[in-house]
């Protein structure tokens, strides 16, 4: 049973900490049998040390790279192997002379195409990274990319690295195939939490980052946070606390604002809450790249987490909008990086918060119980594929705007009709809920201009809090939280026909479009099953025109009494 920090004296608070610290895995769990999986995935907490030691092969690698001419590096990963990584090459970019890096996290057959067409093989690298070895999505490009590589290069294994734990089937791979390096992870770390190790460390090498100032930003943090330093002073505690409070009290829409110089570091912040806290109908949900609006707007439920960086003032800054905030009353979490290195530091506190917070809430922070509902329900969908060439797929046709769509089971009364599937999902959405829109589409910035609309737009109208997601990246990432979390939560789902036919990826039978829309299915399947109110909805393939006449169906009905 979870109890809010603020019941807890002093003794006891200082009692959670020792815990933490001595690795205690009852923390997060009563049942014995789980102890050892809680242990073997808590090596974040002293894998700096580790690191430190092999700096010097990471600097050395990264030289090497550069010096061999390659100017472009693709990273293929998924959730907590790619998010970091991601964050990096948006907040620091490519230093001068060092090659740009590319993070093809997506099973979208257009993101695939512009890797092939945008870059030449001999001065590309393909960056494979995955804990368990067997991810579905690098696993699946890997199978593409290879016969276009052997084409195209001498030494196609020169042109791909490794990172993985031991003996994992990628580790056999990469030394079948003659990868140039295999990086072996510590294996007891989780993927979420892997920031601080090679998951993160050798990307950021790659893009021409300084990872000996990483570490000493880390390390830094780490000593702040330590077993000896007072509660009111410890920075890791204290954000654990402020999380855990909150969570308790169903105050659980953590709103995180930053920043423009370090507003992607929300997407790895995303992940790493999400998947660690959202299990047993709790945790905390994460909301980001919402636009600002007036703070009436915001429903009770909203806790608000700002992350700033000195020197920046004006249109970068939100400092205007936060005073706004703490004059309305909503609770504010303020975050200073002295510079972009301080992403170093950040990377462990909010591990050790999240982990803390977790603690508080009464949930296990290191596993992901509901994640493999959606895995298990593209599979099947993918083999009935093969066996027949169909998508065992039907939609409804709605007879106004001739949008295809289908609705969970929690909406079957309203199936044949968009604003009737819609209208319903508002009439049970209560304020303190809140609407994921989630596209298995291209990496767009129009696209999400068009949903930033809507979600501004439902915030207005209903008060509720909206997230958006690409799939298959959230299954990934927030997908746990969206099954295992808080239950008032409800769905938008969007796919698109194909504009042509797409090549089929070597030994699996089935094109990367097919992959992405049965993860899509899939994943609403098991939505749907989990009794939530979610709409698929299959946009043309001109999927821009296509939202746009979504968001009218959307507006029309909300605004319907």
Known sequence: MFRRPSYLSNVEKKAVLTRFWEKDPSLWAKDPKIHKQITDRLGWLDVIPKMREVQGEIVDFARDIRQRGIKRIVLLGMGGSSLCPLVLSQIFGSQEGFPTLKVLDTTDPDEVE????????????????????????????????????????????????????????????????????????????????????????????????????????????????????????????????????????????????????????????????????????????????????????YGGERIFVYLRIKGIQGKDSLEDFVSELRKADFPVYELWFDDLYDLGAQFFLWEMATALASHFLGVNAFDEPDVRRSKEKTGAILDVYRAGGKMPIKFWVDPNSQI??????????????????????????????????????????????????????????????????????????????????????????????????????????????????AQAVGDFEALSDARFRAIHVHLPSDYQLGLRNFSKVLSRSVRMK
């Open 114 to 297: 512009n890797v092939i067409r945008s870059g030449d093989w001999n001065s590309t690298l393909f960056l494979m990274a995955s804990k368990s070895g067997t991810t579905l999505e690098p696993n699946a490009t890997f199978n593409y990319l290879w016969p276009l590589l052997e084409n195209g290069v001498s030494d196609p294994g020169s042109h791909f690295v490794a990172i993985t734990d031991p003996g994992t089937p990628l580790e056999k791979l990469g030394n079948e195939h003659g990868f140039l390096k295999i990086f072996l992870n510590p294996a007891d770390i989780g993927g979420r939490y892997s920031a601080l190790s090679y998951f993160g460390l050798v990307p950021a090498a790659l893009l021409g980052m300084d990872i000996g100032r990483i570490l000493q930003r880390a390390e830094e943090m780490v000593n702040k946070c330590g077993p000896d330093i007072p509660l009111d002073i410890n920075p890791g505690y204290k954000l654990g606390e402020f999380l855990g409070e909150f969570g308790v009290q169903s105050r659980d829409k953590l709103t995180i604002l930053a920043d423009l110089p370090i507003k992607a570091f929300g997407l790895w912040l995303e992940q790493l809450v999400a998947e660690s806290t959202g299990k047993e109908t709790r945790g905390l949900v994460p909301i980001i790249g919402e636009s600002t609006g007036i703070p009436g707007f």
């Open 404 to 517: 295809h769509f289908r609705a969970s089971e929690m909406l079957a009364a309203s199936m044949k009709s968009l604003p009737r599937a819609v209208r319903d999902i508002f009439h049970v959405l209560p304020t303190w809920g809140y609407l994921a829109f989630l596209p298995y589409l291209p990496y767009d910035p129009e696209m999400e201009a068009i949903i930033g609309e809507m979600r501004y737009f439902v915030r207005e109208e209903r008060g509720c809090a909206t997230t958006m997601g690409y799939g298959p990246r959230y299954l990934h990432s927030t997908g746990q939280i969206y099954k295992g979390g808080p239950s008032s939560a409800a769905f938008l789902i969007f796919t698109r026909k194909r504009a042509k036919d797409y090549p089929e990826i070597p030994d699996f039978g089935v094109s990367f479009w097919h992959i992405q829309f």
